[in-house]
């Protein structure tokens, strides 16, 4: 199941790693499914975006359940109540939400007694903590445009005084991340309790604006004021004709090469630890990644260029072991990223969508057992929707091709057509088979969780607690039973 953390029912403007966590969880179980698919957990900058980070590291301080830390005693029910008071229980209000939970933080920082926290360290904690503090002095500007230029070059002596100067900013920032980690590590664990699995996001690249660019930036061909001779992106796809334009610096993968891929392998670490499995996400930019010069005015200008290929995932297997990943590979792949798929035996994904806009390899007869069937993804529209956009006589042909002969226009849980597409992927030979939340529920285009290459609207729908009572837990345990996916996928 496909559901985003943020998109969990409650009051407190946005789901969070609580009460309604576990709930969904034990809808999971109670249906039989054994995997939760999250979006990325870190800690958002600009937009909100689950792939546009603060950090490739810190957990989203925004998911932080009030409720926890008042039974902590570190605020009070006045304080909880005043937190969630007013906010929209259908779209998420990122941007009260963080205002009302860094104050609710703030207080709660301060009457924390005997620094618990202090003994939380992973390696990634100090330049997070002391980057969000002197972000934080500079009214929460980009590190390339902090007027201190031995802060914004990373001078070890300018650090050293800023980490003086600041140290009770710093606390904070770790005192929330050991808040987060507190509260998933429970939630997991919970999971786990009930045999589901979590698959997490990672994103492929990390945001310019970020700890780990400001701390690394020779990584990420990146000079010292924050200059890139191109940025990533995509080229024009199924989504977008013109492509997509991330903007993200690009990586130095010869000198990445040189240091023996160690980034990416804390960073591999660091998810497998927070998650059972890891989906990186537009995996095709390890064979090769699209280049866009920094002056151009849209992603159709980019270039392909090498990416580091079989070496990075050599080097992480002699590190980690057997990896804990699957890939995002859609868009544009060709045999070169297959090939690299099949040399380092990550399973990639399908998604019947594109099976029916001219993609053959996404026909559901055509799907093998190293593969992971969606309905759709997070950057689809609702199964629902996709039936309605169609031409006639593709939805026709589509309609066909599950043998479904009913009326596919009545949505709503538990809708029959929605029921037949799944019961058709349960059929496939794809070891795992991952369902949107809305494909469940029988939902429109309304929910749809992002709109590519678009800025406005997105990540913002939320479930209501009363939806998920109505979806037919015992068809989905059945359905599971009767093609043997009962087993956990991890």
């Not at 998911?63 to 005693?73: A, K, Q, T, V, Y």
């Not at 909880?80 to 259908?90: L, Q």
């Not at 997991?188 to 996001?201: R, T």
């Not at 809708?415 to 429109?444: E, H, K």
Request: include cysteine; glycine fraction near 8%.
């Amino acid at each position: 199941m496909l559901l985003p953390v943020t998109m969990l029912h409650g009051p407190f403007g946005i789901g969070v790693l609580g009460a309604e966590a576990k709930e969904f969880i034990d809808f999971l179980s109670e249906a039989g499914f054994h995997s939760w698919q999250v979006l990325p957990m870190e800690h958002t900058g600009d937009g909100f975006s689950p792939y546009n980070c603060v950090s490739a590291f810190a957990g989203e301080p925004m998911l932080i359940d009030p409720r926890l830390l008042l039974e902590m005693n570190l605020v009070t029910q006045k304080e909880v109540d005043a937190r969630s008071a007013g906010m929209d229980i259908d779209s998420a209000e990122y941007e009260l939400v963080s205002e009302r939970q860094n104050a609710l933080l703030r207080a709660a920082y301060s009457r924390v007694e005997g620094k618990p926290y202090s003994k939380f360290s992973p390696f990634w904690l100090e330049n997070y903590t002391l980057y969000m503090a002197i972000k934080h002095s500079f009214d929460d500007a980009p590190w390339y445009e902090w007027p201190d230029e031995g802060l914004r070059s990373h001078d070890a002596d300018a650090l050293k005084k800023a980490a003086k100067e600041f140290e009770d900013e710093v606390n904070f920032y770790r005192f929330v991340q050991w808040v987060f980690c507190e509260q998933w590590t429970k939630i997991k664990a919970y999971a786990a309790k009930h045999d589901v699995s979590i698959l997490g996001d990672m994103p492929f690249y990390v945001a310019k604006d970020s700890a780990e660019v400001w701390s690394r930036r020779e990584l990420f061909d990146c000079d010292i004021d924050g200059n890139v001779p191109a940025v990533s992106g995509a080229p024009p796809d199924y989504f977008t004709p013109k492509g997509q334009h991330w903007g993200n610096p690009i990586y130095n993968w010869k000198l990445m090469k040189d240091n023996g891929y160690v980034w990416w392998t804390n960073r591999i670490k660091a998810a497998a630890e927070r998650y059972d499995i890891v989906r990186i996400d537009h995996f095709r930019g390890f064979e090769s990644y699209w280049r866009i010069p920094s002056e151009a005015p849209d992603a159709s200008f980019g270039v392909w260029a090498k990416g580091p290929g079989k070496a990075l995932f050599k080097a992480l297997e002699e590190a980690l072991g057997k990896l804990p990943v699957i890939a995002e590979d859609l868009g544009d792949i060709g045999d070169s990223v297959d090939k690299l798929l099949k040399a380092t035996k990550i399973r990639g994904m399908r998604v019947l969508q594109f099976g029916f806009l001219g993609d053959e390899r996404h026909l559901m007869h055509n799907f093998t057992e190293d593969s992971i069937a969606y309905t759709g993804t997070h950057d689809n529209t609702t199964l629902l929707a996709w039936l309605f956009e169609l031409r006639p006589e593709d939805r026709e042909k589509a309609l066909f091709y599950i043998g479904f002969d009913g009326d596919w226009t009545v949505g709503g849980p538990n809708c029959a057509v929605n029921q037949a597409w799944i019961r058709a992927l349960f059929m496939t030979t794809s070891s795992i088979v991952i369902v949107p939340i809305q494909d469940l529920l029988g939902y429109g285009a309304d929910t749809r969780t992002n709109t590519p290459g678009t800025i406005e609207g997105n990540w913002r729908f939320r479930v209501r607690r009363e939806a998920l009572k109505e979806i037919d837990t015992a068809f989905y345990k059945n359905l599971i039973k009767a093609f043997a996916r009962d087993n956990s996928p991890v």
